[in-house]
């Protein structure tokens, strides 16, 4: 009998044990908000043009965003010269904005939404002088694990103009993260990852057979580490049955993709609704490339799939389920 109540005891004291140990396990991985360093220093940064945007609070927009017919966007407005080929999409100086648009020195935004394939679509034009108008951030302000803020309130935070979702950097242990010239993580989680150059141009890479530290000194200004890559100069790089390895249907997805250096698209789409299907990623390639795109990179989507502009959030976000609301997120891309 004592030894029957020994073996219980210490059963019962191994199992409270194994709890609070299995407890903290989980707190520390998913709950506890952890700071990283960088990982390297950042290189200097040589951008054709000075910074030159006026300060500006931009204004909370409403009303309806106008629904064009599917098409190639409009390009830039030729320039004699070189160095400033978008020259007529920028201003002198002034703030011009709208509901669905905003230009200043260094920045041109103009939203359009769409219909396609049972879904609404929301895609920003942007176009920007130099590429340090395309810019990251994360929750916080900090790198690190399990720091996570909505889209819109990094973005506020931020001064965004425009901002979507990034790649939630921070639900891996893994994959490279280069933001806004500062290298943060080296590891390879063997995803194709996106670079963004200072050039403002896109490199898409498979992370087994590049390096961040090499991409840094390159001269990338951003890397990301989701994918897959949707398109490779004007090639399709998905076919019907490809997906990320959380999603396995149509969704909400996240997308940024380079018509030319400079020349951007950001496109957020709604899903898991009875409005809006959702896209796979053969769809979002198809439908990006449609638009004029010749280089794309899908972004962490379904819940997170988030557009901001303008102090609103533009899009339908679903998290839980079909709950319209924003998911907390570790990162954010914005121009502004």
């Not at 030894?3 to 199992?15: E, G, L, T």
């Not at 506890?32 to 910074?51: L, Q």
């Not at 580490?225 to 998905?238: A, E, N, Q």
């Not at 102090?311 to 907390?328: A, C, L, Y």
């Amino acid at each position: 009998m004592k030894d029957r109540f020994r073996f219980q005891k210490h059963n019962i004291v191994f199992a409270c044990f194994f709890t609070v140990l299995t407890a903290a396990v989980l707190l520390y991985v998913f709950v506890i908000p952890r700071a990283y360093r960088a990982a390297g220093e950042a290189p200097d940064r040589t951008f054709d043009f000075e910074a030159s945007a006026p300060s500006a609070t931009p204004g909370a927009s409403g009303g309806a965003v106008p629904t064009p017919s599917a098409g190639p966007l409009p390009s830039g407005d030729a320039a004699s010269d070189p160095e400033a080929p978008f020259e007529g999409k920028f201003t002198d100086g002034k703030v011009l904005s709208g509901e669905d648009y905003y230009s200043d020195a260094n920045i041109n935004v103009r939203i359009s939404v769409y219909r396609e394939y049972d879904t609404d679509i929301y895609v920003a034009e942007v176009y920007v002088r130099t590429a340090e108008y395309f810019r990251t951030a994360f929750a916080r302000n900090t790198f690190g694990r399990n720091l996570v803020d909505e889209t819109s309130d990094i973005a506020r935070n931020n001064g965004a103009v425009l901002a979507v979702n990034g790649d939630y950097y921070g639900a891996r242990n893994k994959g490279f993260v280069i933001r806004n010239g500062v290298l943060y993580r080296s590891s390879s989680g063997g995803r194709d990852c996106l670079a963004v150059m200072e050039d403002g141009s896109f490199r898409i890479v498979a992370e087994k057979a590049s390096s961040a530290g090499e991409l840094l000194k390159e001269g990338a200004w951003q890397a990301f580490s989701f994918g897959p890559g949707l398109l490779r100069d004007g090639d399709i790089l998905v076919n019907e049955y490809s997906e990320v390895d959380v999603h396995l249907t149509s969704n909400p997805r996240t997308a940024v993709a380079m018509i030319e250096p400079l020349h951007y698209l950001f496109l957020v789409s709604d899903g898991r609704t009875e409005e809006s299907a959702g896209l796979t990623l053969y769809q979002l390639a198809e439908f990006l490339l449609s638009l004029g795109a010749r280089d794309a990179y899908n972004l962490d989507g379904g819940g997170s799939s988030t557009m901001y502009f303008m102090g609103e959030v533009v899009n339908r976000p679903t998290t839980h389920g079909t709950t319209i609301s924003e998911r907390r997120i570790s990162d954010i891309v914005y121009v502004g």
